[in-house]
């Protein structure tokens, strides 16, 4: 069963750089480590018990999917992952509705202080990336996986929201509502320009919208072949606003 967002993917040019300004923001951002395939990141992770994952390449990986959506679609929010307790029978809840769920593999990174965390995941191709989540199951204990401090100086403590932006709903929540066994509630997004079907796991909304005028923000978004996930709401205990992408290495954050 998925039972909530696990974590979202920002993919920024520098980690270091992206490190820095988060912590301006008020995360706390914790060294993670490096993956086998090219990739190294860090976290910053919720009371909530879901994260940030903020990742960038320390050597060429032209055949990771992030290195193509950093590197020609701008980077930014390129992908979100959801956990699963049977990840077999929700790949395979998926696939049953046509998603390109690729292989089933085995994943690691070291952390800094050299334990390795292990984990089973898969990644989403095709027209579907970014719009159906890949997901995890660990293998070590996931709280090995996460970073330990989940305070921030902002009062953030867990994802609300995640939206995402689509020409066709119907595609993707039909998939999504195979695999959750739940329908999507209709909903709009005024201030986007957007309306569309909202699902709610784990405590978090995921928001699939399509374009509402075609003058507004989601079809600008869309028409900027962005890649498809178009803003994320936190929970917060400090102020409401909205975060401009310009001071967040590309991603439209908004704290309520």
């Not at 750089?17 to 992770?45: C, D, K």
């Not at 085995?106 to 995941?121: C, F, H, I, K, S």
């Not at 921030?152 to 595609?171: F, K, M, P």
């Not at 978004?221 to 310009?246: C, I, K, M, S």
Request: proline share 6%; with cysteine.
């Amino acid at each position: 069963m998925i039972t909530s967002i696990d974590h979202i993917v920002i993919a920024v040019p520098s980690l270091e750089r992206a490190i820095e300004t988060y912590r301006t923001l008020g995360f706390s951002v914790v060294e993670g480590g490096r993956h086998p395939y090219g990739s190294y990141n860090a976290l910053i992770g919720f009371a909530d018990g879901s994260y940030i994952e903020l990742l960038s390449f320390y050597e060429d990986s032209p055949a990771h999917p992030w290195w193509t959506l950093l590197h020609e679609r701008g980077g930014g929010l390129v992908d979100f992952c959801m956990a699963s307790d049977d990840i077999r029978a929700d790949l395979a809840a998926l696939r049953a509705q046509g998603v390109d769920c690729g292989d089933l593999t085995e994943g690691a990174r070291a952390r800094p202080d050299g334990y390795q965390v292990r984990w089973l995941n898969n990644k989403v191709g095709g027209a579907w990336q970014g719009l159906i989540p890949f997901l995890i199951e660990d293998v070590t204990p996931r709280d090995e996986r996460l970073p330990a401090q989940r305070e921030h100086a902002n009062g953030v403590t867990g994802i609300h929201s995640l939206a995402l932006a689509t020409d066709d709903v119907a595609r993707p929540a039909k998939a999504m509502a195979a695999a959750l066994g739940v329908e999507g509630v209709a909903m709009t997004y005024g201030i986007a320009g957007g309306s569309g079907l909202r699902f709610t796991v784990g405590g978090h909304a995921l928001d699939y919208m399509a374009p509402s005028r075609v003058d507004g923000p989601l079809a600008a978004h869309l028409a900027g072949n962005r890649p498809a996930p178009y803003v994320v709401g936190f929970e917060t205990t400090g102020p409401a606003q909205r975060l401009d992408p310009a001071d967040t290495e590309g991603v439209l954050i908004e704290l309520t």
